[in-house]
């Protein structure tokens, strides 16, 4: 099983990325795949989710209003559009994949190597 996020990089508070988590080696249709972030010295946080048919989404407080996750079944892959990005964003940026819960990294079995965001002030 392999998760690729990419899309992460350098972008001016107020700016926009997406980020893709492309996925191989399990039913992707099966998997409700989360988005986590962890920033220096800080613990990992659970950002958005999405269950296995997109009809179910969760975005947390920090980020509700900015950030939008979405999936496309036929391509394995979900996308977490950000915007007005913060420099609080700055962190690395993970996607996980799950079968049983939306909320909380207790819940995902695989995950990939993350990507890095920075948002300069």
């Known amino acids: 099983v392999q998760l690729q996020a990419s899309g992460g990089g350098l972008v001016q508070a107020g700016g926009s990325l997406r980020l893709s988590c492309a996925s191989s080696?399990?039913?992707?249709?099966?998997?409700?795949i989360g988005w986590f972030r962890q920033a220096p010295g800080k613990e990992r946080e659970s950002v958005s989710a999405?269950?296995?048919?997109?009809?179910?989404?969760y975005h947390a407080d920090s980020v509700k209003g900015r950030f939008r996750i979405s999936r496309d079944n036929a391509k394995n892959t979900v996308y977490l559009q950000m915007n007005s990005l913060k420099p609080e964003d700055t962190a690395v940026y993970y996607c996980?994949?799950?079968?049983?819960?939306?909320?909380?990294?207790?819940?995902?079995?695989?995950w990939g190597p993350g990507t890095q965001v920075t948002v300069s002030s």
């Open positions: 996980a994949a799950g079968r049983r819960g939306l909320v909380g990294d207790r819940y995902y079995g695989y």
């Open positions: 080696g399990l039913i992707f249709r099966n998997y409700n």
């Open positions: 999405i269950d296995r048919n997109g009809d179910s989404v």
